[in-house]
């Protein structure tokens, strides 16, 4: 069974570009949710989609957005890039039709802003 | 978001079991415990959850207080494989996941 793909794997950007970055989940399962990993602040989370709504959202700005296709792949974009964005960007399905099922998460997209 | 407390880093012995402690003593009633690890250079891994009862999967066993105030993970014979950061969660209903710093294993052969 595949597993999450997130794409690219690695990325440069400079201050004020836009950004998009594509999360494929495991076949079947409805929920993406996305974090960001940096040294300082650890894992946040960033928001969940389900059924191509978004059911949850942390304490980000609204730079960072996200949506989710019919067919469960997400997308998250971020506009206006600053340094401070740079971080491991982290997606993770689940069922989710239910709670507490367990998350499975990609390997994350390494995002540098210069 | 209930919080949890582990320890910064514990230190095991290749083939030995590992008791990773973690105390929550503000969990509520609904709050399920879960443990997730991270590997150097990969993401989060789903490992064990549970609510009230110990649970046991094929990668390791959650024991839980009585109280519910505190968990143990058990990882029952550790490898090198099983060097990364260890995190205990509690999660009341939905998919957000708080993640604190989690405790750092290292594993000596």
């Known amino acids: 069974k595949a597993g999450v793909t997130q794409t690219p794997r690695y990325l440069i950007k400079t201050r004020g570009q836009q950004v998009t970055l594509s999360c494929s989940p495991i076949s079947g399962h409805r929920s993406v949710s996305w974090y960001q990993q940096t040294p300082g602040q650890g894992l946040q989370f960033l928001f969940e989609?389900?059924?191509?709504?978004?059911?949850n959202k942390g304490n980000f700005p609204g730079r960072f957005s996200g949506r989710q296709f019919s067919n469960s792949r997400s997308e998250m974009n971020v506009s206006t890039l600053e340094l401070g964005d740079s971080a491991l960007y982290l997606c993770?399905?689940?069922?989710?039709?239910?709670?507490?099922?367990?998350?499975?998460f990609g390997d994350g997209t390494r995002l540098s802003i210069l | 978001d209930a919080k949890t407390t582990q320890p910064n880093s514990m230190e095991s012995n290749e083939e030995e079991p590992v008791h990773l402690p973690c105390n929550h003593s503000t969990i509520s009633g609904t709050d399920y415990i879960h443990w997730y690890r991270q590997l150097p250079s990969q993401g989060p891994e789903y490992v064990i959850h549970?609510?009230?009862s110990n649970v046991n999967n094929r990668m390791a066993s959650l024991a839980i207080a009585e109280d519910r105030k505190s968990s143990t993970l058990i990882l029952h014979r550790a490898t090198l494989r099983d060097a990364a950061v260890y995190y205990c969660?509690?999660?009341?209903?939905?998919?957000?996941?708080?993640f604190g710093a989690g405790t750092i294993l290292r594993v000596k052969s």
């Open positions: 969660i509690l999660l009341q209903y939905g998919n957000k996941l708080v």
């Open positions: 549970g609510l009230t």
């Open positions: 989609y389900f059924s191509e709504t978004q059911r």
């Open positions: 993770a399905s689940s069922l989710g039709d239910t709670s507490n099922q367990p998350q499975h």
